[in-house]
């Protein structure tokens, strides 16, 4: 089964970055797409940004400009580079695979990410 643990969150002001870390055991990992998704108080979870096994990579305009995806499948990792951050990013952000039956692995503790001055 695979386990996810993501780390990177913290407190930052208005238009500072940070990088998240997922790491994920299992080696089936490689195989597929992962996402990074996030859930702000009192709203649904969302999908802000994946990346194909191959690379290629998808935002949600909310994020678009600002947040870069990345992997390393030799480390079984997926990052998330946030940039110009903004209050509304506040949220947990998680990773997970793509999925479009709502199958997913299960959800790891998550980091926050709170943007506040």
């Known amino acids: 089964q695979v386990q996810l643990v993501e780390s990177g969150g913290g407190l930052v002001q208005p238009g500072g970055s940070l990088r998240l870390s997922c790491a994920a055991s299992?080696?089936?990992?490689?195989?597929?797409?992962m996402g990074w998704y996030r859930k702000a108080p009192g709203k649904q979870r969302e999908l802000v940004a994946h990346?194909?096994?191959?690379?290629?990579?998808n935002y949600a305009d909310s994020v678009k400009g600002r947040f870069t995806i990345s992997r390393d499948n030799a480390k079984n990792t997926v990052y998330l580079q946030l940039t110009s951050l903004k209050p509304e990013d506040t949220a947990v952000y998680y990773c997970?695979?793509?999925?479009?039956?709502?199958?997913?692995?299960?959800w790891g503790p998550g980091t926050q990410v709170t943007v506040s001055s």
């Open positions: 997970n695979r793509l999925s479009s039956t709502g199958l997913y692995w299960p």
């Open positions: 299992g080696s089936i990992f490689s195989t597929n797409a």
């Open positions: 990346i194909t096994n191959g690379g290629s990579t």
